[in-house]
């Protein structure tokens, strides 16, 4: 299982053609804009989504920074998705 950091709504797509069922998805800096385009559920890192005035919908579920160190712990493998 893997963790899935989406920093730039552009790499949603071709992260979402590489990760697995059971992956982690998180949506970190611009990454928060691609939310309402996804239809499985991701962690959103809840400041960057206040600084942007995202709400999140009921599918996905806040996080703070403690919460995102917490998933980089449980998760052997963590990939990055960049701008």
């Not at 071709?14 to 059971?22: F, I, R, V």
């Not at 989504?49 to 998760?75: C, F, Q, W």
């Amino acid at each position: 299982m893997a963790l899935h950091l989406i920093f730039h709504s552009g790499s949603l797509q071709d992260c979402l053609m590489s990760a697995d069922p059971g992956d982690d998805l998180v949506l970190i800096g611009d990454g928060v804009n691609a939310q309402e385009e996804l239809s499985v559920a991701a962690f959103i890192l809840e400041s960057d989504a206040e600084s942007r005035g995202k709400m999140v919908p009921s599918l996905h579920k806040y996080i703070n920074t403690a919460g995102l160190a917490d998933l980089t712990e449980k998760h052997e493998k963590i990939v990055s998705w960049p701008a």
